[in-house]
């Protein structure tokens, strides 16, 4: 089997030391994919990949190497949307996985708000906005489920379920509609209890 693969989408990325921390403990591969060098552990498994300062350069990068045996970390909803379809998980800064039952609502989402922002004035509307800042909370809640995701695919596909972000889809509510009845099902793994619920290509080089 191959190695775990985790492809960072570094330029905006705050979680960038759990990464390695936790990608140590897997010894998996690691890929720090930016327009710029970023500084990197002393790691023979993680490597720096500098890419063109082309518009989507990064992005493309990113997703032609992503494949089931990827984790993609990155708050970019296209390109999370294109890492899915090829197989690979996706975590955003904050711990939540981008899923196919989730990304089509997010993607409309998005194409939303860009269009409430373009009828605004000023870069972000008149009433200002952005993200929240990034808390403690939400590097703590990333460490917990890329190491969740980790454990999931170490242990094989058919694991990964019960150990990873689509824990919280088995923990869902489901409706029996067998004999018209309605009734609520609950899964009883302790795993899904515990989940909260909450860029044109160009020139790239690979170096340590």
């Not at 960072?8 to 010894?27: G, N, Q, T």
């Not at 409706?175 to 609520?184: A, E, F, L, N, V």
Request: net charge positive; hydrophobic share 40%.
């Amino acid at each position: 089997m191959p190695p775990i693969t985790i492809l960072i989408d570094a330029d905006a990325c705050p979680v960038k030391d759990e990464i390695y921390r936790v990608a140590e403990r897997f010894r998996a591969e690691v890929r720090v994919v930016s327009n710029a060098p970023f500084r990197i552990p002393d790691s023979p498994r993680v490597k720096r990949v500098v890419v063109s300062d082309g518009f989507d350069a990064a992005d493309d990068w990113i997703a032609e190497a992503a494949n089931p045996r990827s984790v993609v970390i990155t708050a970019d909803i296209l390109l999370a949307d294109r890492c899915l379809k090829a197989g690979a998980r996706v975590l955003k800064h904050n711990g939540e996985a981008f899923t196919a039952a989730s990304i089509g609502g997010a993607i409309a989402t998005r194409a939303i708000m860009a269009d409430l922002r373009a009828g605004m004035d000023g870069p972000l509307g008149s009433t200002g906005g952005g993200p929240a800042p990034f808390s403690k909370a939400d590097r703590s809640r990333f460490l917990q489920a890329l190491d969740r995701v980790m454990v999931g695919m170490a242990r094989g596909p058919s694991n990964y379920a019960t150990s990873s972000g689509a824990a919280a889809i088995i923990s869902t509510p489901l409706t029996d509609i067998k004999r018209g009845t309605s009734s609520r099902v609950r899964s009883t793994n302790p795993l899904a209890r515990t989940v909260a619920p909450n860029k044109s290509r160009g020139r790239t080089s690979i170096l340590r």
